[in-house]
């Protein structure tokens, strides 16, 4: 038994380390394809800054509420079939100069408070650097995770966990 607590505890400790890098690294496709502290294809570098002065929670959601972002359980890699969405607000940002973007990450109910709110900010870069891979100007956009603490549907069964995971989008201006 206290075998398998140590390796627990090990490999808890391991999990732990490798989420609290800070930036993600996207690959020649536009997939995403873990953290590290790596070029974007633009020169650029996946950097998280804040936009001083917006609050997200002033933001509109619905505007692109048609645009969500799901993820899979336990997961901040962006879907293949989640990737016209990103591609439609990256053309939708070009087309509207002037706006703000925050991407608000969430979880489903399942896992302690930090644990999800860590997780939410990993999903939240990770729409943000796709974006970013996709051509968007980083001045314009912030991130946000709300971990599980609003929910777009109550429930504690898969429909509900399903629609939680996701990455949403409010717009500022």
Request: aromatic residues 6%; contains cysteine.
């Given at each position: 038994m206290k075998k398998h607590i140590c390796l627990f505890a090990a490999a808890l400790t391991i999990s732990?380390?490798?989420?609290?890098?800070?930036?993600?690294?996207i690959d020649g496709n536009g997939g995403v394809t873990g953290y590290e502290t790596e070029a974007l294809p633009d020169g650029g570098f996946a950097q998280h800054e804040r936009i001083p002065g917006l609050n997200p929670d002033d933001a509109d959601y619905g505007?692109?509420?048609?645009?969500?972002?799901?993820?899979d359980f336990d997961s901040f890699t962006v879907r293949v079939s989640e990737r016209p969405k990103?591609?439609?607000i990256a053309k939708w940002l070009a087309a509207n100069p002037g706006v703000k973007l925050v991407?608000?990450?969430?979880?489903?109910?399942?896992?302690?408070v930090q644990y999800n709110v860590a997780l939410g900010e990993r999903r939240a870069l990770a729409t943000r650097d796709y974006l970013l891979g996709l051509g968007a100007d980083a001045a314009v956009l912030t991130t946000i995770s709300y971990g599980k603490e609003h929910p777009a549907r109550h429930g504690e069964n898969e429909g509900a966990w399903a629609a939680n995971r996701r990455a949403e989008f409010g717009v500022a201006r």
């Open positions: 732990l380390t490798a989420c609290s890098t800070d930036h993600k690294k505007t692109l509420a048609a645009h969500v972002v799901h993820f990103l591609e439609f991407i608000a990450g969430h979880t489903d109910s399942r896992g302690t």
